[in-house]
DNA sequence: CTGCCATTTTACCGGC
DNA sequence: GCCGGTAAAATGGCAG
């Protein structure tokens, strides 16, 4: 009996393919991404600002969410909180 | 402040903005790869192997080669015997 | 407000101090453990193999074994052979 | 030629042991952290909370440290933007 | 080539 | 007891 008898190796090679194509284009991203910041750096800009700037912007955005998410989480607390004491 | 300085942040602005259009991009397929997983996870494949086998293919031979080697050694000196199965 | 929730406030409060002195606690032995790990490493021993073999001598050796019979089984089953070492 | 002879295991075992020992030293604690956070379930609170509570706390900390870092770097480019314009 | 930062992987925790 | 998501750790990549 094949070791191979256990799984499809058909398949499973699918789905590996299917995913090293994806990282692929994303590496292909990525390089495009690196180009931009080289451009901007040739243009006289500091990368590493930029990559602040960047990194800030993203986790106000983030902040924003995870207010609404604490928002959401103490509403349904409130009721806890409720029926605890009522209890 | 200067039209210079105005200039230089509408530019900045579009480098800014550019890198993170991409990173949404890079984003989008990044979760893609994550669907990609979760059907093989689905089909009954074990998605941490998946991800070794991929990391493997991406290594070079020699690298790989090497790396095994090394790992025997260590586990060697320190007396791990890991089980072999008789093929 | 209630005396019921001031209550309630100083008793959370307790847990979570509590909470946060321990993962201070936490955080200086992990310090501890990246010391020692630097230290191998310069004594020129490989720091990403050692992590893999604590990893290793952590999992029960069943499950080991179980975990490398599935990679052979993948690696096979895409016609990936990684050259062994004549001993 | 023994496959260990290239490394020296008493010191690697040393520093596998010294490592896995630091590790349980963690484990206990976290062991503790696990056995508050139950002890305030068990007072009616709310885990999910107190989660996020000491999250929140901890990124503030981080924010200051965050803010003092751009700073930083803002105070440096301007000495960079400066030469820039008026080169 | 070294240190830093982002990504990726692993381990944990709570819910079903 | 798995499973899904979330936080911690580790690896890899990039800039300097």
Redesign the interface.
């Given at each position: 009996m094949?070791?191979?008898s256990?799984?499809?190796?058909a398949?499973?090679?699918q789905?590996?393919e299917?995913?090293?194509n994806?990282?692929v284009?994303?590496a292909e991203?990525?390089d495009?991404?690196k180009d931009?910041?080289a451009?901007?750096k040739a243009?006289?800009?500091?990368t590493?600002?930029?990559r602040?700037?960047?990194r800030?912007?993203k986790m106000k955005q983030e902040d924003l969410v995870?207010q609404q998410?604490?928002l959401d989480?103490?509403t349904h607390?409130l009721g806890?909180?409720v029926e605890?004491?009522a209890a």
């Open positions: 094949s070791i191979t256990s799984v499809s190796g398949e499973l090679r789905f590996i299917k995913v090293e994806l990282e284009e994303k991203i990525q495009h991404i931009v910041m451009e901007a243009r006289g800009f500091d590493k600002i930029m602040q700037v960047i800030m912007r995870e998410e604490l989480i103490y607390a806890m909180v605890e004491e």
